[in-house]
């Protein structure tokens, strides 16, 4: 499924709940699906900064794609962070930097979005592309140096 | 009950409105209060009728506006029952207040070796410019720990004071566990060894009533945002002889009384501190808040406040799995909580879905959350618009959110 397929089928099921509560009730059902990092990363190294609660995220890099996983001690932010992971991993990071962030407004998170907020998405986000930014120099400079 | 809060609530239009489609429960007050429509009023009129810029100009709108500046700084001396307006210093807010004091305080009385004492459950703006100054004079910052209750431990507080220590700023009451700290006895045990004592009175102000006199306090500062007033305006109170002694902690103008290419004299209190413009229109909010304290009566407000408290300890008890933090003798305000195997920004996120304002995370405590030993708790600070029912939802909304992520 491509990046904006996923996308796209969030929103649908995000459109099925109005009442603001119950999104926040999906989003934390949604969490406990979220591929489970691996307990030597949940460390300091592999923290998303933020004050309220913790959320790690770690990244490998598999034949061109990037697979993430992450947790958070707290379930909104687990929620939101998972539902990143389910449209980022297993893409390259050419998709990754390329994909462009609609979905967020359509599917009513904006109020995460702010950078002020702790543990954001927009920090989740960023982090996320800056792996993919990452592993994207890495490929260049090997394939520069095959040549 | 014979207070009105009905009535009252109509004078602060930001309360009628709807939050998620529910009716707004604003229970965030410790971080900055609402607004009664006088104040604003009072605001719109500043820039309406008398802007300006004050205590330079000849012409008459700035002599008017003077007027009110300086009246208000007289209605503030009585408020806190000063000495003289010459004590009363404007600031942004209790944040600059205390940092103009360890600078100014600091610069000149702090030698290494010295000690500043503080309390853990200090706000970071009565810990930080603290632990910044005693770097730079190279000075030791020393802790009263707290007791099984959450208040200050007075047996350990004793102890800490010697012949090295050269201030105590501690809190009037504290913004995480709503304990009100014995100040008058803080400060009669310094006084015994002529040590000054600095009261952060962010959280009190707009809670007690404050005689600085009384309580013999060196220094007091509070936040006009905390007591109805608008944002960017606060006070610092002085005690005339450490405010003499004291250097300035800006420069610029306002604060000269000549100027020389080779040096500067300056003014006299309160402007040697006053640099720059000021907030006119922050007094001219600030003035109106105190009327409407005063109007409304603090004795009977803070009597109402507690009552709300009382009561949300009482429903509290009755949610399973809630744990209030901290016991204090005495509370002024607040109540911080933890509800069991919950993030707190889990509850505050889901209870902000119910249109339910409250603040969670650390506070601007984190020294005290390491103290405690937990990440952060959720905190319901009330003033005297909140109704009980407002505390039923809450009760109601907590019950909720155990229900969804448990």
């Not at chain 1, 460390?43 to 004050?51: H, K, N, Q, R, W």
């Not at chain 2, 504290?174 to 006895?185: D, I, Q, R, T, W």
């Not at chain 2, 100027?259 to 109106?288: C, I, Q, S």
Request: aromatic share 10%; charged share 25%.
């Amino acid at each position: 499924m491509t990046i904006k397929e996923t996308e796209e089928q969030l929103i649908s099921e995000f459109s099925m709940f109005e009442d603001p509560l119950e999104k926040d009730s999906y989003l934390i059902e949604l969490g406990k699906s979220l591929p489970l990092i691996h307990d030597e990363y949940k460390a300091e190294t592999y923290l998303i900064s933020g004050c309220q609660s913790r959320v790690w995220l770690h990244a490998e890099y598999h034949d061109g794609k990037i697979i993430f996983t992450a947790d958070s001690d707290a379930l909104v932010p687990k929620g939101i962070i998972s539902i990143l992971v389910r449209i980022f991993s297993g893409h390259s990071p050419d998709e990754i930097l390329n994909a462009d962030m609609d979905f967020i407004d359509k599917i009513g998170l904006r109020e995460h979005l702010s950078p002020t907020r702790s543990n954001g998405l927009s920090h989740m986000i960023k982090q996320m592309k800056l792996y993919a930014l990452a592993f994207q120099a890495r490929e260049k400079l090997s394939s520069s140096g095959n040549q | 009950m014979s207070f009105q809060v009905n009535k009252i609530r109509e004078d602060f239009p930001i309360l009628d409105q709807l939050v998620y489609k529910h009716k707004l429960v604003y229970f965030d007050n410790a971080a900055t209060t609402q607004k009664p429509r006088q104040v604003i009023d009072a605001v719109k009129y500043y820039y309406e009728h008398d802007n300006c810029n004050i205590h330079r100009g000849v012409h008459f709108l700035s002599q008017r506006a003077t007027g009110v500046f300086e009246d208000t700084r007289s209605e503030i001396k009585q408020f806190i029952n000063a000495a003289s307006p010459a004590e009363i210093i404007f600031t942004k807010g209790t944040t600059e207040s205390i940092n103009l004091v360890a600078h100014s305080f600091g610069k000149k009385f702090l030698s290494p070796g010295d000690e500043i004492l503080i309390s853990v459950l200090e706000h970071h703006s009565n810990f930080v410019p603290w632990q910044e100054i005693c770097k730079e004079q190279g000075a030791i910052l020393k802790f009263i720990p707290l007791d099984n209750r959450g208040d200050i431990d007075m047996e350990v507080y004793k102890t800490l004071l010697n012949e090295k220590t050269r201030l105590v700023a501690i809190a009037h009451s504290s913004n995480v566990l709503g304990a009100v700290n014995p100040v008058a006895e803080i400060i009669r045990l310094a006084h015994l060894q002529n040590i000054p004592v600095l009261v952060d009175g962010a959280q009190a102000i707009a809670h007690l009533p404050v005689d600085v006199q009384k309580l013999d306090c060196d220094f007091y500062c509070f936040s006009g945002h905390k007591m109805y007033a608008p944002m960017g305006i606060g006070v610092l109170y002085g005690k005339e002889k450490w405010l003499e002694e004291m250097p300035p902690y800006q420069t610029g103008g306002e604060m000269i009384q000549d100027v020389f290419f080779d040096h500067t004299t300056f003014n006299e209190l309160p402007y040697k501190f006053e640099a720059g413009t000021p907030n006119v229109e922050g007094v001219y909010g600030l003035r109106e808040a105190i009327h409407y304290l005063q109007k409304i009566n603090m004795n009977e407000f803070g009597e109402y406040e507690k009552q709300l408290v009382d009561y949300t300890l009482d429903k509290f008890s009755r949610i399973k799995g809630l744990k209030v933090i901290g016991n204090p003798r005495e509370r002024a305000g607040l109540i911080s909580f933890l509800l069991e195997g919950i993030h707190p920004y889990d509850a505050g996120t889901l209870i902000d879905k119910m249109g339910i304002a409250v603040r969670t995370g650390h506070h601007c405590a984190m020294p005290l959350m390491e103290y405690l030993k937990i990440p952060g708790t959720i905190r319901a600070s009330y003033s005297f618009y909140n109704t009980f029912e407002e505390i039923d939802r809450l009760a109601e909304a907590l019950e909720t959110v155990k229900k969804i992520v448990g």
